[in-house]
Every structure is written in structure tokens, then in C-alpha cells.
């Protein structure tokens, strides 16, 4: 193929990509990565944490990805080790959701005093770089899930709370919402009739950033070694435990690595169209 | 109303904002000293099983705590720490029983150099691929890049690093894979253990700052007074500059604050992944060993750097922008 | 109004068969000739849709994307346009033509100040020295009575007034000296006094200068100040043109009939009609005349056979082929103004004043400013942008809580607040407001719209209140078809419609409406003006009609209280307001009105002409 076809291919097939077909290769990479871990589990071959070779051992007919850094299956700990990620992630997500819609909204309607105060804890939190927070959090609840999941919550719901509170004050001066107002409409009625359902649009683009970041900071907690501890199975976990190996047996750090990647791009692929596709409406 | 008249009382105003930014920037970080100071010391964890282990004797434990200051009540705590700060003692680090200054203060050079030249690559190359794709909006260029961008943003620091790692430094092996070098000399010395963090870095955090300048310019692009400028003859190239891209000046110096804000935090996990000595690393190693002193210096001191940031960027948009500039 | 014009000025535009066409093949410009001479102001009115601007695009040689030009030939100062490439046009532009768009404060560059807006089309012209840059830039900004000051010369476009920057645009496009100048809609959105001191730097524009200005807008009475000769489009296609005094004192197509019955002129206060239908898109158009569907002269060919463009005497044309079936000058029904109200206050707003505590100088919007209603009445509050009318009336009905004084209503003192007040107040006093695009919850259906608040405020049961809501949904005329739909599937007007319905449907004693006709076109506007004088007959409601525009209010109004910086300078039975006002800002602002009526006055130089 010469140069030029070759270009002209990659071209069309890139613009192709672009228009409504990334989607679908999203839609399908994320289903894989969230259905092998899911699945995982069940499929079990051996158990994840048993001693069952030497240590950073090539892949063999027994065992398909070989061994990790201390001699355990490391294709059955892939396979356990998508679970607690997502599971983690999605807790997070919609703690941070349900909370972050509730104290942007209401921010957002009553301007005044509690607004600010609203706000001005966001703000503080919101100062803090991430990874700092995250940190500062697991030396003071110990390392562990419930840590890097309350951090996780932690560090995402200020950004919530923003991006409702924008929405909801773009919505809420607007004549037809005034307009409710003076008919007597108000309490959770108004909240439900008036408000949420014209920020719908907004929930949909942020939900999937929501799950996106916080798929992001768990995975990087446990590769920190904050979050799920040994011997557990996790892909994050499963990087920096098997990096000294790294010449040896590429496998425990690729496969996991691939993986994680695979799930954090493809649920931002997801989210992407999600919120550009609401904003034709 | 005189020149000179006018001439101060022009500058006033900014003298006047610049501090009053300054002025409440301390009081946040003020704010967040005692944030960390309550989070770390109040919640639940305990030092003491951390530091010594669980099978520590009551005594051995309480000699920790004295030791420690931790049996002091808290606002005389939290006063001795202030206060010592100011005075540039930042605590004594547990692990490697030395103060936190001299251990910080080399691997906070380290961590600065390995910041700096990310950040040296990134504005460029961003706001570079930025205007570009912002001022050909819808184009099959744009679109290409839009797509790459996107797969980057969603990959995660480790992620890349591991993989570059692997595969520079394992199978092609003309980059070290891991950055080892005495933390005093500093990295300037071999710079080849600069590279993969760095391009880690950058490639990571790019695609965020190259998406943030390509809507501010794409928006300026659109706008009805590029409309009339080239409706009435002016010609392409001067309404690019002067007209869009002039424009997207405020929106893109924002983006070189989060991109710094951000380079904070990538920072960490990235000298995780190389063991880059730096004051990431050093801060995650306190997490693992619960080391209080050096998590509360460094968190206080990365959030007033984060914080600085931030002021200084208000500022700059305010100063760059004619009409925030004459409303002060 | 500049002279008569010469016909031995050079043609400097010349438009002959223009054809634009949408990509999928409809027609949004259908056959347009006309000329302009130079030093000639040559109006080009229509509604959304007529495709004027379209026209007046295409004379700069730009399609917006989806358009090409089908058709025709169009001639710049002698210059033919087709064929050129975009490289050749561009280069054009700015020196043989010029653009100024409608929106003043958006077309100009924010980060530039006035001397680098003004002076850039010269910028390019590497063979203008310095001196003569400075120069030209002062003499165009003299042009359109702008000091050349270097104070005034540094300032950003955001430091200056709607009426300065609109001037500022205008004097960009002519400083390379084009041979012609287009204007969008130059005066939209600019209150009535700015309006009248822009039109007026337009006109010497032409006089001085000799440049040809193309001036398109939608607002008919505009022209009878600032145009020599008028061209009114409907839906693609030229359907009358003449001297501006003859179209518009003595329109001879059914359409301008139409829109001459729906404009409103206050010295000639007639009840307003409104052109019965809508405008049909491009792709949607009949073969025959475009006008057919909504018109009463109709006959059978009407539909088939396109009319051609007939001579009238004076150069006036008219496509129309029923035309001679009308008389030739236009009567308008004298208006007839109830007076019917009951002698007691149901409204009286006592000495309310609103203040925003900003961070220099608190924002005083309204000043110590009282007024009353009585049952039955329809009382007019006008001003222009900033008076503080609007904060007048949601003021009232609490949406913006007043920082003194009291509202009394039914002699019971209301709440500042809308969410204190008892149902029964929220159900007496309802509001329909200015924007109908935004007024109804997107997300809800017509009939529960319009039913919910008689199921809250009234506590009807859903059935009953569905039932109310028909009944009232017939009241405004809203079809059936549509109660089903959802408000983004719903045109402008009906939405208002649809707007009244909702407010009435709690019966309220007092209606409160801000602006509501401003973002609807004049066609439109008048139905809706109608449509509540019908209904403020029928049901009794006494009303509180909020408004820029006098000659709309001149019809509707037995009372007239006018506003100018949160303060009342005048008030009074309508008739004497506006025959016989006494505040010096009411004369002022009568003065400047456009009205059609009033082309042929002798030339007035000065009176309400304030150049700021």
C-alpha cells in the first residue's frame, strides 16, 4: 500500500471513527472490560492468592499468563481483579452524584446565605490537589477500600456540586421557573417538576465524568498501595507489585496496565458522546 | 486631572487587587493547614499500631504518644505546628529521624526540575495543537486530534508510565526504566532519568490543555466580531491573530493553571511508578509508613503552592482583559 | 430626510434575478432586482424569513454555510460580483462595500480599543502612511457624530453606550470610503431616543459622504425616517417598492396592508390587526403567489401563477394582481378605548423603591415610585432600557422584593416576597412574561402547562383543571392540534398565546405583562395585542401592561404612567399623555418615535436629534 492510499485510508477511517462509530467502539470495549470483571470471578481457574509456581514464570499450558511477582496465577488474579475497581468506583460515583446534585441544587436555589456557605466549603475543598487530599486522607483513616472510597467521594463532590450549582442557576431565573414560583409551587414538588428534569442534561454529561474520575482515582489509590492491600487481587495493586519484575515477566504490569486503560478510555469514549450528543438537543 | 495625577491613581487599583488576592489566598491556606491538621489527627487511624506494630505494650505506646506531643490537647497542638512553620521548622519525620526540611528540601528541587520540564514541553505543544485545531473547528485535522486527545486524557499516569516504561526501558532499553539517582545530587547530572517522566507527564496532562485552548479559541473564532472583520475585508491572517486567537488568550492562561495545578498531583504518582526521588515520592512513602510530620508539612505546603497558582493566574486574566482591567 | 434623489447619481448597486437556494433545493431568495444610487438610503423591510438578510449577504458575496447562489448577477460600483474568487471578494470587501451587523456591542473587538477598531481596514493598505491613517479615523468617526478626542479614541468598546458602539461600527465600515454600506438591523435593541440620534448620523452618512446604504430591517417605521425609497420582501421575493412616503402612507399590496393595520403609531392610535397565519418556509412555498395562503383578496390563479412586479405611478411598484381592487390609500379604524373602570383601587403601589447594593454605589433601580390600578383598567407603564419598568412590575408581583415601601392589593398590604404571600394573593395577580421562547417548562406538555395552576391555586381536581385549560386554550385560539405538542415544537406567537391561557387560567383579577410582545414580529404583535384587549373585555381583568414601544400602548391603555431612571415623570389619562404631555423626558421621547404617519414632515434639523 503506498504511502498516499495508506494516509487517504487512515484519514476516512478516522473520520469515520468520528461520527457516531466511536461510540459503538466504546459502547463495545467497555462492556468487555466491565463484563471480564465482573465475570471474572465465576470463570475462576485456581485461586488468585495460592503459591502455584516460581516466582515470574513465563506462561505455561497450566498456567496462560504465567506467574506474578511471588508465584501466584496471574491470570486468575486478572480475572479477580477487576471487581472491587469497578464496584469501588461506581459506589463513589453515586454517593458523589446523589450528593453533589442535593448541595448544587440547593446552593443553586437559595443563593444567599446558604449558598455561600455551600460554596465556600467548596471552595476549600476544592483547593486541595487530589492526590494531597488522598494522601492526607489514607494517613488519617488507615489504608484500605472504605479509605480510597470515601477519598474518592471526598475529592470529586466539590467538583459536583459546582457543575450542578452552575446548572441549576442557569435554570432557575428563567421565566417558566419564575413562573412556577408564582403560582405557588415549591418544596421537593418544584425541585421535581421544575428543575431536575431541566437539568437532565447535565446530569447525563456529568455521571460519566463522575464514574471516569473516579474509576481514575481509585485505580491510581490502590496503585499507591492506599487502597486494597495484599493479598488481594487488584489490577492497579497488581502494577506496582509486580514493577520490580518488570524485565523478568512484563505480563503482571502489561496486562493490568492494558486493562485499566482499556475501562478508563473507553467509559470516557462513553460519557464523550453522551454529553455531545445532549448538546444538539 | 494631571498626568501624574493619573498615572498613580491608575495604579493604585492594582496595587490594591493584587493584594487584597494575595491576602486572601493566605487565609485559605491558612484554612487548609487546619484542614489537614484535623484530618490527619482526628480520624481514626492509628499511629501508634503503624509506627510499633500491634503488638505494642500500653507503655511502649504511651511513650510514643509522649514522645510525639500527641498527648497535648489539640489547639496547643495545632498552635505549636503553626507557629513553627513560620518560623520554617516543619517537625521531625518519624522514618528517617531527621527534620523535615532537610529531608524535603532536596527532593522538593527534584520534583520542581521534573515539573518545570514537563511544564516547558506541555504549554507549547498544547497551546500549539489548541489553536490549531480551535481555529479549523469541524476539520478532519481537528477531528484526528480530537480523537487522540481524547484516548490520552482517559489513560492514567501509572498506566502510561508502566507502559512506557516497559517499553523503553525493557524491550527496547534505550531509556532507564526506573529514575535511581542519590536524591542530594539532583537529576541534572544524568538526564536521562528525566525523560520518561517527563514524557509521561506530558503526554498524560496534553490532551486536557490541548481540548481547553481549542474551545476558547474555537468559541472566539465564532464570534460576531470575527464575523464583521472578515465581512469587511480584513484579512484572514490578522482576524486569526488579533481577532480569535487574541481573545482565547484569558481562557488559555486558565489552562496553564490547572495544567500546573495538575502537575502537582501527577508529580506524585509518577515518581511512584519511575521512583523518582522526589517529594512525591516522599510523600507517599509517609502515607505507607504514617509518618504525621512529613504528610502535614508537604500536603500544607503542594496546597499553598496550588493556591499560588491560582492567584496568580486571576491575576494575569484580570490584567490581560480590557474590560475586567478597567472595572478595578 | 435627504432630498429627493438625484437620478443622475451613478448606480452604485445593481441586483438583477438573485436566486439563493438551500442545499435540499428551497428557495430562500426567489428572483430579487432593485438599485441603489449613490448618496441614496435604500430600505429593505421584512419579517424573519423574508430573506432580506440573505439578499443583503449576498452582496458582499457570502452565503452563510447551506446557501448558494442559483441565480442572477449582481453589479458593486460597475463591478460584477459572480465568478469572483473568494480571494478577489475578500478584497473587495471593505473598500467597495462595507457591513455592519446588528448587534453593536458583540461586532466589535473587546481587547481593541477605538482608535485600532476604526483604523483597521486601513491597517492592511501597507501604502497609507500613518498620518493619513489618523486622519481618515478622525473624519469617519466625525462622520457619524463621534468626538475624535485621544481620550475618547482609547477607550474599549465595553466603556461605551449601545448607541456609541453601533456609531463606532459604522464609522470601521466607512473609513476606507466604500461605495456602498449595508446595515443589519442597525437599531434593534437600542431604545428610542439612541435609535432616533443613530438614524440621524445614518442620514447625514448619505448626505455627506455620497455612499449608498442598503438599511435592512423588520421595524417599518424606522424607514419613514432615514429612507429615500422602500423594498418590502416577503418570503423571498420583492412584493412592493417605491418612494418611502408613498409605500408606507399608501401601502398597495395586501401584505404591507397587513403589516401598515399591525403597526402601531401613536399620533394615529387605531386598533391593531394582526395577518392571520404564518409565513411558510422556503421549502414550503406556493408556486403561484407567496402570499395566497393568507391573504383575503385571493382568487383561484393566485395559487398557480406567480404575479409579475406591476408600475404603479411614481415608481412605485407592487406585485399584486388584484391590486386595483383596493383603494388606493389605507383606513385605519379610529381606536376605541374603554373607560369603564370602577372607581375603586384594586392596585396601589405606594412609594416602592429597589435597591441592588453593588460594591462602588448601591444600584438604584426604583425610586420612591407609586401607582394604582383600578378594577377593569388597563394602566400603560412605558420607558425605555434602564427606566426600571421591569423591576417595576416584579416589584409587584414579588419576584424582585422591593427595599421600601408597600404594595396593597385589595387593601391588604402584600408580602415583599412571592413565596410569603397567601394562595388567594398569588391566584389574584398573575404575569406573563417578555421572552415566549423561555416562558413554558420545556419538559411539560400545552395542556398540563396550562392546567397546573388551577390544579394548585384553584385546587381543581387534574380532570377539572384539563377541562378549564381547554376552555381557556379556545379562549386564546390555540388549536387543537397543538395542546398535545411540546412548547420547542410551538412558534413564537402561539407560545405567548399559550403564556396568557397559563396566567388566566387562575383567574386572576390583575394580569401583569412585561414586554410581551418585544420578541415577536409585527405581524404577530398586533394579534397579541388584540387577542388581550378581547379578553381583558370579556373577563373584566384589569391589566398592568408593561412596554417600550408608546404607539403599542396608545392602543390599549386608558392610563399612561411613564418611567425614566426608576422614577415617574408623568402620568395620566392616555389621550392627554400623549397629546398634550408636560414633562420635558415624555416630549422628548414622543418626538423621537418613528411613525409611518409621519414621512412627509418638513425637515425639523435638531428637534430629538441629541447626539451623545
Known amino acids: ?281 | 486631572m494631571t498626568r501624574s495625577g493619573g498615572a498613580s491613581g491608575r495604579r493604585h487599583p492594582i496595587a490594591a487587587y493584587i493584594a487584597k488576592r494575595i491576602g486572601s489566598g493566605l487565609l485559605v491556606v491558612l484554612a487548609e493547614a487546619i484542614v489537614v491538621f484535623a484530618a490527619v489527627s482526628f480520624l481514626p487511624g492509628n499511629v501508634v499500631t503503624a509506627v510499633l506494630g500491634r503488638s505494642v505494650s500500653p507503655q511502649g505506646a504511651a511513650l510514643l504518644i509522649h514522645q510525639l506531643g500527641l498527648d497535648k490537647p489539640w489547639p496547643a497542638r495545632l498552635v505549636t505546628w503553626l507557629a513553627g512553620f513560620l518560623r520554617g521548622d516543619l517537625g521531625q519525620s518519624l522514618a528517617a529521624h531527621e527534620s523535615v526540611t532537610s529531608l524535603a528540601a532536596p527532593r522538593l528541587i527534584n520534583s520542581t526540575i521534573l515539573a518545570l520540564s514537563a511544564l516547558v514541553l506541555l504549554i507549547p505543544f498544547a497551546v500549539g495543537v489548541g489553536a490549531y485545531t480551535g481555529v479549523r473547528a469541524g476539520h478532519w485535522a481537528d477531528r484526528v486530534l480530537s480523537s487522540v486527545t481524547l484516548t490520552l486524557i482517559a489513560t492514567p499516569e501509572f498506566v502510561m508510565g508502566s507502559l512506557l516504561a516497559y517499553i523503553f526501558g525493557v524491550s527496547l532499553h534505550i531509556l532507564p526504566a526506573v529514575s535511581l539517582f542519590d536524591p542530594g545530587t539532583g537529576p541534572l547530572g544524568e538526564p536521562a532519568v528525566l525523560v520518561l517522566p517527563v514524557v509521561t507527564l506530558v503526554l498524560v496532562n496534553f490532551g486536557y490543555s490541548a481540548r481547553i485552548v481549542r474551545a476558547g479559541v474555537a468559541e472566539s473564532m465564532q464570534s460576531e466580531y470575527v464575523k464583521m472583520a472578515r465581512l469587511n475585508g480584513i484579512p484572514e491572517r490578522r482576524v486569526v491573530w488579533r481577532y480569535g486567537l487574541r481573545n482565547a488568550l484569558a481562557p488559555s492562561i486558565q489552562m496553564l493553571a490547572l495544567t500546573a495545578q495538575y502537575l502537582i498531583g501527577g508529580v506524585v504518582v509518577v515518581e511512584t511508578v519511575f521512583q523518582y526521588p522526589g517529594v512525591g515520592l516522599l510523600l507517599v512513602d509517609s502515607a505507607g509508613t504514617r509518618d504525621i510530620a512529613v504528610i502535614q508539612a508537604l500536603a500544607v505546603v503542594l496546597a499553598a503552592i496550588y493556591i499560588g497558582v491560582n492567584i496568580a493566574t486571576d491575576i494575569t486574566i484580570t490584567l490581560v482583559t480590557p474590560r475586567l482591567r478597567t472595572s478595578l | 430626510m435627504s432630498q429627493r434623489v438625484d437620478p443622475s447619481q451613478p448606480l452604485a448597486v445593481v441586483v438583477e434575478g438573485l436566486e439563493v437556494a438551500l442545499a435540499t433545493g428551497g428557495r430562500v431568495v426567489a428572483g430579487v432586482d432593485f438599485v441603489a444610487r449613490s448618496g441614496e438610503v435604500l430600505g429593505i423591510a421584512g419579517e424573519s424569513g423574508s430573506g432580506k438578510t440573505t439578499t443583503v449577504l449576498a452582496l458582499l458575496g457570502h452565503f452563510a454555510p447551506g446557501l448558494e447562489m442559483v441565480g442572477g448577477r449582481i453589479y458593486i460600483g460597475g463591478r460584477l460580483l459572480n465568478g469572483l474568487s473568494e480571494r478577489h471578494l475578500r478584497s473587495l470587501r471593505g473598500r467597495l462595500i462595507s457591513y455592519v451587523p446588528q448587534d453593536p456591542a458583540s461586532a466589535l473587538n473587546p481587547s481593541m480599543n477605538i482608535a485600532g477598531i476604526v483604523s483597521e481596514p486601513l491597517r492592511s493598505q501597507s501604502a497609507v502612511s500613518r498620518e493619513t491613517r489618523h486622519v481618515a479615523v478622525s473624519s469617519a468617526l466625525r462622520a457619524v457624530d463621534l468626538p475624535d478626542t485621544p481620550r475618547f479614541l482609547r477607550l474599549y468598546p465595553h466603556q461605551l453606550s449601545g448607541g456609541q458602539q453601533q456609531r463606532v461600527a459604522i464609522a470601521m465600515a466607512m473609513v476606507r470610503e466604500p461605495a456602498v454600506l449595508v446595515l443589519d438591523e442597525p437599531t434593534t435593541g437600542l431604545d428610542v431616543i439612541t435609535q432616533s440620534s443613530v438614524l440621524g448620523a445614518v442620514e447625514r452618512l448619505a448626505d455627506r459622504t455620497g455612499v449608498a446604504i442598503i438599511y435592512v430591517t423588520h421595524d417599518l417605521s424606522v424607514l419613514s425616517e432615514v429612507a429615500d425609497r422602500v423594498m418590502i420582501m416577503y418570503c423571498g421575493q420583492v412584493v412592493e417598492e417605491g418612494p418611502v412616503a408613498d409605500v408606507l402612507r399608501n401601502p398597495r399590496h395586501p401584505y404591507s396592508r397587513g403589516l401598515a393595520r399591525a403597526l402601531p403609531d401613536l399620533h394615529h392610535p387605531g386598533t391593531l390587526r394582526g395577518i392571520p397565519g404564518t409565513a411558510a418556509g422556503p421549502t414550503e412555498r406556493s408556486i403561484g403567489c407567496v402570499f395566497v395562503e393568507r391573504c383575503d383578496l385571493a382568487v383561484p390563479q393566485c395559487s398557480t401563477v406567480r404575479p409579475a412586479l406591476e408600475v404603479l405611478d411614481g415608481g412605485h411598484l407592487v406585485r399584486c394582481t388584484e391590486v386595483h381592487r383596493l383603494a388606493p390609500t389605507l383606513e385605519l379604524s379610529e381606536v376605541n378605548r374603554d373607560s369603564s373602570a370602577s372607581e375603586r383601587d384594586l392596585l396601589a403601589v405606594n412609594a416602592i423603591s429597589v435597591r441592588y447594593p453593588t460594591r462602588a454605589q448601591p444600584l438604584i433601580a426604583l425610586r420612591a415610585v407609586s401607582l394604582s390600578v383600578r378594577s377593569h383598567e388597563v394602566v400603560a407603564v412605558v420607558g425605555q432600557s434602564g427606566s426600571g419598568k421591569t423591576t417595576l412590575a416584579r416589584a409587584i408581583v414579588g419576584l424582585t422584593p422591593p427595599s421600601d415601601g408597600e404594595i396593597v392589593f385589595d387593601n391588604q398590604v402584600l408580602s415583599r416576597l412571592t413565596r410569603r404571600r397567601t394562595p388567594q394573593q398569588l391566584r389574584d395577580i398573575q404575569f406573563v412574561f417578555q421572552n415566549p421562547y423561555l416562558a413554558l417548562n420545556p419538559r411539560r406538555r400545552v395542556r398540563s402547562v396550562v392546567a397546573r395552576p388551577a390544579q394548585l391555586l384553584r385546587a381543581l381536581s387534574k380532570r377539572d383543571a384539563y377541562r378549564e385549560a381547554d376552555a381557556l386554550l379556545d379562549l386564546v385560539r390555540v388549536p387543537q392540534a397543538l395542546r398535545d405538542r411540546y412548547p420547542w415544537q410551538i412558534s413564537g406567537g402561539e407560545r405567548q398565546r399559550i403564556a396568557i391561557a397559563q396566567a388566566l387560567a387562575t383567574r386572576p383579577r390583575l394580569l401583569v405583562c412585561d414586554e410581551i410582545t418585544s420578541a415577536l414580529d409585527v405581524s404577530v404583535q398586533a394579534a397579541i395585542v388584540e387577542l388581550l384587549r378581547d379578553l381583558q373585555h370579556r373577563l373584566g381583568t384589569a391589566l398592568l401592561f408593561v412596554s417600550h414601544d408608546l404607539g403599542l400602548v396608545a392602543n390599549i391603555a386608558t392610563r399612561i404612567v411613564v418611567l425614566h431612571n426608576g422614577e415617574v415623570v408623568e402620568e395620566g389619562p392616555s389621550s392627554q399623555v400623549l397629546e398634550d404631555p408636560q414633562d420635558a423626558y415624555t416630549k422628548e421621547l414622543i418626538a423621537s418615535a418613528p411613525s409611518a404617519s409621519q414621512t412627509a414632515s418638513p425637515e425639523v434639523p435638531g428637534e430629538g436629534r441629541t447626539t451623545r
Open chain 1, 1 to 281: 500500500m503506498s504511502a498516499a492510499s495508506a494516509s487517504r485510508t487512515l484519514i476516512s477511517y478516522v473520520s469515520r471513527w468520528r461520527s457516531g462509530r466511536v461510540t459503538k467502539v466504546g459502547v463495545v470495549l467497555l462492556v468487555a472490560v466491565v463484563g471480564l470483571a465482573l465475570i471474572g470471578p465465576l470463570i475462576n481457574t485456581s485461586s488468585p492468592t495460592a503459591f502455584l509456581g516460581a516466582p515470574l514464570s513465563p506462561p505455561s499450558r497450566d498456567l496462560l499468563l504465567g506467574t506474578d511477582i511471588l508465584g501466584r496465577d496471574l491470570l486468575s488474579r486478572v480475572l479477580h481483579g477487576g471487581i472491587t475497581l469497578i464496584s469501588l468506583a461506581v459506589l463513589a460515583s453515586v454517593a458523589g452524584t446523589i450528593v453533589g446534585v442535593s448541595a448544587g441544587v440547593l446552593a443553586g436555589l437559595r443563593p444567599g446565605r446558604t449558598g455561600q456557605v455551600i460554596m465556600r466549603a467548596v471552595d476549600l475543598l476544592l483547593a486541595f490537589p487530589a492526590i494531597v487530599l488522598l494522601l492526607v486522607l489514607a494517613t488519617g483513616l488507615g489504608p484500605g477500600p472504605t479509605t480510597v472510597v470515601i477519598a474518592a467521594f471526598i475529592i470529586q463532590l466539590p467538583g459536583a456540586a459546582r457543575v450542578y450549582r452552575a446548572a441549576t442557576l442557569e435554570v432557575a431565573n428563567l421565566p417558566y421557573v419564575e413562573s412556577a414560583r408564582l403560582r405557588g409551587e415549591h418544596g421537593l414538588a418544584f425541585v421535581v417538576r421544575e428543575i431536575l428534569p431541566n437539568i437532565a442534561r447535565t446530569l447525563a454529561a456529568d455521571t460519566g465524568n463522575r464514574f471516569t474520575v473516579s474509576v481514575l482515582l481509585i485505580a491510581s489509590a490502590n496503585f499507591l498501595g492506599l487502597g486494597l492491600q495484599p493479598p488481594a487481587a487488584d489490577w492497579g495493586l497488581m502494577i506496582s507489585e509486580n514493577r520490580p519484575g518488570l524485565y523478568q515477566q512484563p505480563l503482571g504490569v502489561i496486562v493490568p496496565a492494558v486493562l485499566i486503560a482499556i475501562l478508563a478510555i473507553s467509559v470516557n469514549m462513553v460519557a464523550d458522546s453522551l454529553a455531545r450528543r445532549d448538546e444538539s438537543l
